[in-house]
């Protein structure tokens, strides 16, 4: 344990605390001797004890005030924790969502190609028997022809 030397109104007190913490009471102490010093001065001397009661009320007035704006801050942030889960869940089933169209799409780009490669197969075969079909018909017609001239 430490031990500390302030002052508050005007008089020279010895406590003490953790090792470390010497600062901070220091602090503390100033800021109490602040307060009571401000209300001496603005209620006049009406007892020191009352000063020190009115004094402890309004820090704990001070305190219960920021007390409730750390739970309404904790509150907003537990919403908006909420909304941010709500959020996250929706993107990542809209990108699910979005996967799966995706692997769709290029299915039918796949099924496309192999009509694409059938397509081309079968007009080539097409050309194929069709220029045969052609050159059998020049055949026979050149073969008619010499059989006409003779």
Do not use: P, W
């Not at 102490?29 to 004094?55: F, P, Q, R, V, W």
């Amino acid at each position: 344990m430490a031990n500390v030397n302030i002052k508050f109104n005007n008089k020279d007190y010895l406590l003490s605390c953790d090792d470390g913490q010497e600062e901070n009471l220091k602090k503390l102490a100033k800021h109490l001797d602040s307060k009571y010093g401000e209300l001496k001065n603005n209620l006049g001397n009406i007892g020191e004890n009352k000063l020190l009661l009115i004094t402890a009320i309004q820090t704990i007035d001070d305190y219960f005030d920021l007390f409730q704006k750390v739970q309404s801050t904790k509150k907003d942030f537990e919403k908006l924790s909420i909304k941010f889960k709500e959020l996250r869940s929706l993107a990542i089933s809209y990108k699910d969502e979005k996967d799966i169209e995706i692997g769709k799409l290029k299915d039918e780009i796949n099924e496309f190609k192999t009509m694409v490669e059938e397509s081309k197969n079968s007009y080539e075969e097409i050309l194929d028997k069709t220029t045969k079909s052609i050159e059998k018909f020049i055949e026979n017609a050149e073969i008619d022809k010499e059989k006409n001239i003779q």
